[in-house]
């Protein structure tokens, strides 16, 4: 199971960009999907943005036009540029295989924090 761990997180004000990457432990070339989650405070982790191989690309509502994700499977890194943030897109971020199963498991995240 390829692992895969979020860095890059920090605080930025409303308004700013912050890029994230994704370090994996394998080849993600025969991965079928990829994405970034989100876990705000109070509430449960949420799948945010996801890329498959056939270059499908899915965006929430909530961050679609702000958010891009980049994949550079040739060098097993994925990045997720975020701009015109907000307050609310405050929370800890992962990258993770998509879909997640049961054994599937998590890396420690990275804490963003957007100030009013």
């Known amino acids: 199971q390829v692992q895969m761990v979020a860095s890059g997180g920090g605080s930025v004000q409303a308004g700013g960009s912050l890029s994230l990457s994704c370090d994996t432990s394998g080849s993600i070339n025969g991965i079928p999907g990829v994405g970034w989650y989100r876990q705000v405070p109070g509430k449960e982790r949420e799948l945010i943005v996801d890329?498959?191989?056939?270059?499908?690309?899915h965006y929430v509502d909530s961050v679609r036009g702000r958010f891009a994700i980049a994949i550079y499977a040739n060098r097993n890194l994925l990045l997720l540029h975020m701009n015109d943030m907000r307050p609310e897109d405050t929370g800890v971020y992962y990258c993770n295989v998509v879909p997640i199963y049961p054994t599937t498991s998590w890396g420690p995240g990275t804490q963003v924090t957007v100030s009013s």
């Open positions: 890329a498959y191989r056939n270059r499908t690309t």
